[in-house]
Nanobody
Framework: QVRLVEAGGGLVQAGGSVTLSCEGS????????MAWFRQAPEKEREFVAA???????FYADSVKGRSTISRDNAKNTVYLQMYSLKPEDTAVYYC??????????????????WGQGTQVTVSS
């Protein structure tokens, strides 16, 4: 079964950090661009960070300087580390794999495999 499984969410105090993981099952993650999106309550899902097939990284302005996306090909896993967390970072975080073709980085429709999401709650 081809799927992505996120882990690492939870309750974190403002100013703290969290590391999310996204493990691939049934499909390699190493040669495709991967991204993290998030959806806060009553808001649309938004782009957070992405890593290209050459390991170039891209971040939304809202998390730039506070986040690091990386991958471990041996573990078939992509990570999102977030620091200096704010209450507005509270959301369900999803990882996604780029399906191929032209890549705009931030457009959800370009990703064809999604995880189930992991909740991150930042308390003030």
């Amino acid at each position: 079964q081809v799927r992505l499984v996120e882990a690492g969410g939870g309750l974190v105090q403002a100013g703290g950090s969290v590391t999310l993981s996204c493990e691939g099952s049934g499909r390699t993650l190493s040669k495709k661009a991967m991204a993290w999106f998030r959806q806060a309550p009553e808001k649309e899902r938004e782009f957070v960070a992405a890593i290209s097939w050459t390991d170039s990284t891209f971040y939304a302005d809202s998390v730039k300087g506070r986040s690091t996306i990386s991958r471990d090909n041996a573990k078939n896993t992509v990570y999102l580390q977030m620091y200096s967390l704010k209450p507005e970072d509270t959301a369900v975080y999803y990882c996604a794999q780029f399906q191929g073709g032209a890549w705009s980085i931030t457009r959800e429709s370009e990703y064809d495999l999604w995880g189930q999401g992991t909740q991150v709650t930042v308390s003030s």
